[in-house]
């Protein structure tokens, strides 16, 4: 019977929202949840895809199911622009490309398909790492364990940890790698560390699975935040790669994403995305049209294109504006001499601020600022406007 049923726990990222909500104060601020907002505060509509949009309904297009694997333009597009539109993997009919339900559901059924065709087989999380990680392979049903990443004496990456940790997984294990802008700690390797990542990959016989959250979100570039994922491809390593379009295009409600495998051979390719296919027809039957044909439109017309790479770096750009603030804001408030750049080395949508629970729970309960219990802050959330109180409320509660 449903009485027996428990309550379960909020979860920690939305539930920061809805504390926030519960809030009265004038002075308060949402940095919980990871979603662009403007100067003002407000959710934004990428201009192409306003434009995109009304294309689609001008043209009167029907609600017809779409195949198991999605709209095939955007599956063509997705691939080519994370590995590039010449790739010689995609030439060469290497890389299957499902649809999926945004970064979630792609990542979702990257996981199930390794719990079906590599029963066993562990996944190793970076520690931290974003929450939703650890829910989504636990209900895959595959067993996972955490691997070093932030030393919080530098607030840098612990990369001597990290390759230690790879290095003592069992051969065949999967390594989930953040492609760019890791969140939550803001913190990537560098290129030459990329290197040895893969070289240890391959010696062990593991196999990378990226999570591609934030292409173009991070640097402004698509293709420099593709690097990582290019380096393994290059190489000729077989990976997986889930994507997400609902921060570089804004589509958070949309869903749109997809599951990659880039693998040894089209025959493999084909076996592979008959897998996938079989994995999603019982889960959810075909993914949504809406997002996929926003994407195939938006990366269909050279002009749309390009407005949205602009879009991304205007994004970016006001990032990194506020970042700059910020910092500048805690460095001047702050009379201790604490070395706060560690908040200008990271990159992407967040600061990793090195606030403890407790530290935490003060931001949301004397200054009603919201964030997750982690000290993960999201920039994108915040305007110049409100850096110099923020500020205060990070060095209070950092002494205090
Ligand atoms: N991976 C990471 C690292 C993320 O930060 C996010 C979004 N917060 C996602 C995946 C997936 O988000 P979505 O399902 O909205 O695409």
């Not at 060469?92 to 079906?116: K, N």
């Not at 699975?209 to 934030?214: G, H, L, N, R, S």
């Not at 999603?280 to 994407?295: C, D, E, F, L, T």
Request: with cysteine; hydrophobic share 40%.
């Amino acid at each position: 019977k449903f009485e027996a049923v428990t309550m379960a726990p909020p979860d920690p990222i939305l539930g920061v929202s809805e504390a926030f909500r519960a809030d009265t104060s004038d002075a308060k601020l949402n940095l919980g949840v990871g979603a662009y907002r403007t100067e003002e505060l407000q959710p934004l509509v990428l201009n192409v895809v306003k434009k995109a949009e009304k294309k689609m309904l001008e043209s009167g297009e029907n609600k017809e199911y779409l195949p198991i694997e999605g709209l095939a333009a955007f599956n063509k597009a997705t691939a080519e622009l994370l590995l590039g539109a010449d790739s010689p993997a995609i030439k060469e009919g290497r890389v299957a490309t499902v649809q999926g339900l945004s970064g979630t559901g792609s990542l979702r059924l990257g996981a199930a398909f390794i719990q079906r065709y590599f029963p066993g087989a562990k996944v190793l999380i970076s520690s931290p790492t974003w929450g939703n990680h650890k829910n989504i392979f636990n209900d895959a049903g595959v067993p996972w364990s955490e691997y070093r990443y932030f030393e919080p004496k530098t607030v840098g990456l612990d990369f001597e940890g990290m390759m230690a940790d790879i290095k003592d997984a069992p051969s065949g294990s999967f390594i989930l790698l953040h492609g760019c802008a890791h969140n939550p700690t803001g913190i990537d390797p560098t290129p030459e560390q990329w290197e040895k990542i893969a070289d240890l990959i391959e010696e062990k016989g593991h196999m990378a699975f990226f999570d591609v959250a934030y292409q173009g979100f991070a640097s402004g570039s698509l293709d420099q935040d593709a690097d990582s994922v290019r380096l393994f491809v290059k190489r000729g390593l077989e990976i997986l790669v889930a994507q997400s379009y609902s921060k570089n295009l804004g589509l958070y409600a949309e869903r749109i994403g997809a599951i990659n495998a880039v693998v040894h051979s089209s025959d493999v390719a084909v076996r592979v995305k008959s897998q996938l296919k079989r994995l999603a027809r019982p889960m959810y039957s075909n993914p949504p049209v809406h997002g996929a044909k926003i994407v195939a439109n938006v990366v269909g017309d050279a002009a749309l294109f390009d407005e949205w790479r602009a879009e991304m770096e205007m994004m970016a750009g006001r990032i990194k504006t506020v970042r700059q603030r910020l910092y500048d804001d805690l460095s001047t408030k702050d009379k201790s001499g604490k070395d706060w750049s560690f908040v200008l080395k990271q990159i992407g949508m967040f600061s990793f601020t090195g606030l403890n629970r407790a530290q935490s729970d003060n931001m949301s309960d004397k200054w009603h600022v919201y964030m997750t219990k982690d000290g993960r802050i999201s920039l994108a959330g915040l305007s110049l406007a409100k850096c110099s109180y923020l500020a205060d409320a990070i060095i209070d509660s950092y002494y205090n």
